[in-house]
């Protein structure tokens, strides 16, 4: 039997890709649960995007309610970026950011 240009019985193995380093960021920030406001709140990364030495994220947060917003990083560590966004999600108002927040 033949399908999709194979036989049965033939291990196909996928491309190999290279990562970005915005995929190494997702990878790193995306499905996060931080804690704040006695809440723990997931960490949902819409994208990402870099020029030069700035990263912008697009990130909602999913907790007793949901807030998002654009934020704006220079060459941080994942880790120092979520610690940066729990502070932001603790002080922030509940409603989403129309300016980027620089962290």
Same mark, same amino acid.
């Given at each position: ?7 049965? &019985?033939? /291990?196909? %193995?996928?491309?190999?890709?290279? !990562? ?5 960021? %997702? /990878?790193?920030?995306? &499905?996060? #649960?931080?804690?704040?406001?006695? %809440? ?29 917003? #654009?934020?704006? /990083?220079?060459?941080?560590? $994942?880790?120092?970026?979520?610690? /940066? !966004? ?9 409603? $989403? ?7």
């Amino acid at each position: 039997m033949e399908s999709a240009n194979h036989s049965v &019985g033939q /291990a196909s %193995f996928p491309h190999a890709f290279n !990562l970005t380093p915005a995929d190494e960021w %997702f /990878a790193a920030i995306d &499905g996060q #649960t931080v804690r704040c406001r006695d %809440f723990e709140w997931h960490v949902q990364v819409f994208g990402i995007h870099n020029s030069g030495s700035r990263w912008w994220f697009q990130v909602g947060f999913d907790g007793p309610n949901q807030v998002s917003g #654009t934020f704006e /990083a220079g060459q941080d560590r $994942p880790a120092k970026v979520l610690d /940066a !966004l729990t502070d932001w999600l603790e002080t922030t108002e509940e409603t $989403p950011s129309r300016i980027p927040i620089l962290l």
